[in-house]
């Protein structure tokens, strides 16, 4: 079983529109969660990082978390085809330098 | 930003043989990692470092399988003997403290034939 599922598998948005990301652990240990963003051929980079209940903005990202749920979602407002790319929600116990886990992904398609 | 070099990019070699992927990670960050992506999905923990010690391995990371990063050079994934299932791409990251955001390089495109 996966401890972090993300939903949907694939997505397709028009650019302009808005993406939602979705992305649920299976384990209450984890309490630390990324976004990260892979374009094809690359290595993930780091969108942003949410450790509280409520929301953070970072430009045209929106991260949710709600610990009680153990959910996490990501909104892109205004996606450009460059937002194109899979992106991953990935979980973390606790500080110190213990395992990232990443989830299962969501590919993003952004047509113009 | 900051920036983790791996080397090399792309290796094929024969199964049995041993291999070396090596990482340079960001200066001045003390947490180091390998994660395994097969066909552009799901980005698989394998091992973290600090301080010259595995912290924690997950099952992936098989006996065959070993880190080191001897006198703050290269961070080293050695996989020996090589099995066909180890075909994937190699991801190095590695962090300034615990709880920091990790810094992925490029990965090594490995093949196992």
């Known amino acids: 079983q996966q401890k972090v599922q993300q939903s949907p598998e694939s997505l397709s948005v028009p650019e302009g529109g808005m993406a939602s990301l979705n992305c649920t652990s299976s384990?209450?240990?984890?309490?630390y969660f990324w976004w990260y963003r892979q374009h094809s051929g690359e290595g993930p980079k780091a969108l942003m990082?949410?450790?509280?209940?409520g929301d953070k903005k970072e430009g045209r990202f929106t991260a949710h978390l709600n610990k009680a749920s153990l959910h996490v979602s990501l909104h892109i407002r205004d996606s450009q085809p460059s937002d194109s790319a899979l992106y991953f929600c990935?979980?973390?116990?606790?500080?110190?330098?213990?395992?990232?886990?990443f989830g299962t992904g969501t590919t993003v398609s952004v047509s113009p | 930003g900051p920036k983790v070099l791996q080397i090399p990019s792309h290796q094929i070699i024969d199964m049995g043989q041993m291999v070396t992927l090596n990482c340079d990670p960001v200066?001045?960050?003390?947490?180091f990692y390998w994660y395994k992506q097969i066909l552009g999905q799901q980005m698989e923990f394998l091992v973290n470092?600090?301080?010259?010690?595995?912290?924690?391995k997950s099952k992936l990371f098989k006996d065959q399988f070993s880190v080191e990063r001897p006198d703050g050079s290269y961070f080293t994934l050695k996989i020996q003997p090589t099995a066909l299932e180890d075909s994937a791409v190699y991801f190095c990251?590695?962090?300034?403290?615990?709880?920091?955001?990790?810094?992925f390089g490029e990965g090594s495109r490995l093949i196992v034939v």
């Open positions: 990251a590695s962090s300034l403290g615990g709880g920091n955001t990790l810094y």
């Open positions: 384990d209450r240990n984890f309490q």
């Open positions: 990082s949410i450790f509280s209940d």
């Open positions: 990935a979980a973390s116990e606790r500080q110190g330098g213990r395992a990232l886990i």
């Open positions: 200066s001045n960050h003390l947490y």
């Open positions: 470092f600090y301080n010259g010690k595995v912290m924690e």
